[in-house]
Nanobody
């Protein structure tokens, strides 16, 4: 059974940094696509970043230059380094993967179509 467990969220002031982690288990090998999406209260889910099995990355425009997605295949862990955080980054952040789907389009919108999510970790940025 695929399991994704996020950690690393918290409360920071504007301009601060956080590093989110997502520990993946329940499957062998790497997922063709993994990513992060977020959801703020009263708003739709928004894809934030994606990374494919070759390490190619994509980001939503609002986080380019501030966020970095990476993965450690040896540890089955996905990361999201978030720098220069802004109040508009406040949301619950979710890790997503779909290890059984090798045909997924691995881009930012595609993250929302991945079938396995974690429980989410809250990120709050105060001004």
């Amino acid at each position: 059974q695929v399991q994704l467990v996020e950690s690393g969220g918290g409360s920071v002031q504007s301009g601060g940094s956080l590093r989110l982690s997502c520990a993946a288990s329940g499957y062998t090998g790497s997922s063709a696509c993994m990513g992060w999406f977020r959801q703020a209260p009263g708003k739709a889910r928004e894809g934030v970043a994606s990374i494919d099995s070759d390490g190619r990355t994509n980001y939503v425009d609002s986080v380019k230059g501030r966020f970095t997605i990476s993965q450690d295949n040896a540890k089955n862990t996905l990361y999201l380094q978030m720098n220069s955080l802004k109040p508009e980054d406040t949301a619950t952040y979710y890790c997503a993967a779909d290890p059984l789907n090798t045909r997924v389009v691995c881009d930012v919108p595609g993250v929302l179509n991945l079938n396995y999510w974690g429980q989410g970790t809250q990120v709050t940025v105060s001004s």
